[in-house]
């Protein structure tokens, strides 16, 4: 079978779906698949009902879950005979397009920014864009791109789908670049990273906010501080329903300190699914201000349940 990608995100409790029209044969759950550089078997197969089935035929929309990673929109999914053949796909595609990426990084990044700085032109905030949605990650970069001008021009040198790895601090790092997360969140190693390499990492739910932020960065405006001072993590252990206070997750301290009052991100799988405040931290019955890394403690958001 063969189709085409419409569109991929990473779901917050299904990890990566593309999107799928089926263009010729029939996918089947337990084919293994290629799309673009990653692969995968079927796991399940969605139609835009929302219910699960066994297989599309042509000219069919699904959600294909049960790959490794989001591919891109456009790019085509093809189902293989074996393992090792999407596997060897994969990865020669992975090369070319490490290989192509390379090639304009280094051309824009190193002899574009020389010959820019030489003749006084133009100067040039680059920028690297992780995002939930391969919708997102493309309005997003043709956004920035408008914003140039003939004496400053943001530059996107890499966008991709997921959250922020250690790699795309690197990068940042190497050209001097801002990293932008929306709706994603960086890893830990990433956030070590970015700390001893002294990247800026900023987050946003709302694509209007990076635009004008960028564009305050270009006018010399936006001072290179962070907005945000990271306090710590937890791990939700068990959810409670306690009658008259509603839900209440039971928690371990992983890094850091947990603070009351303190502004919280709940995550899954790398994905932003709610942004509020703490309004209850508890150890055992007792209220307390803050709770340190090791240690079990109750919390309970502002107006959200889920």
């Known amino acids: ?19 799928v029209l089926v263009q010729r044969g029939t996918v089947k759950t337990g084919d293994i698949v290629v799309a ?11 139609n835009e009902r929302g219910e699960s089935v066994k297989s599309a035929g042509p000219a069919v929309p699904v959600e294909v879950l049960g790959l490794t990673g989001t591919p891109e929109a456009g790019d085509d999914l093809t ?7 999407a596997r060897e796909i994969v990865e020669y595609r992975s090369r070319k397009r490490r290989e192509a990426r390379t090639q304009v990084t280094s051309r824009t990044t190193l002899d574009q920014l020389l010959k820019d700085r030489k003749d006084g032109e133009r100067k040039i905030l680059p920028i690297v864009v992780k995002a939930d949605v391969q919708g997102s990650v493309e309005a997003i970069s043709a956004a920035l791109q408008q914003l140039s001008t003939d004496e400053v021009a943001a530059q996107v040198l890499q966008a991709n789908v997921g959250g922020i790895t250690e790699s795309d601090v690197i990068l940042a790092h190497a050209s001097g670049a801002v990293l932008i997360g929306f709706n994603v969140r960086a890893h830990a190693e990433a956030r070590d990273r970015a700390r001893r390499d002294g990247v800026e990492i900023r987050y946003y739910n709302i694509i209007y906010n990076i635009i004008d932020d960028v564009k305050a960065a270009m006018s010399g405006l936006l001072s290179p501080t962070l907005r945000e001072t990271f306090l710590g993590n937890a791990e939700i252990l068990e959810v409670f329903n306690i009658s008259k206070v509603g839900k209440v997750a039971g928690c371990r301290v992983t890094e850091g300190v947990v603070r009351r009052g303190a502004r919280v991100r709940l995550i899954r799988d790398k994905i932003v699914i709610h942004e509020g405040k703490l309004s209850t931290l508890k150890r055992f019955k007792d ?11 109750g919390m309970a958001f502002e107006n959200y349940q889920n």
């Open 36 to 46: 673009g550089s990653e692969w995968g078997r079927v796991r399940a197969l969605v």
């Open 79 to 85: 189902v293989v005979e074996s393992e090792a053949r």
């Open 1 to 19: 079978a063969e189709g085409a990608i419409i569109e991929a995100k990473l779901d917050k409790g299904r990890g990566p779906v593309a999107t």
């Open 287 to 297: 209220e307390v201000k803050e709770v340190q890394t090791g240690y079990e403690c």
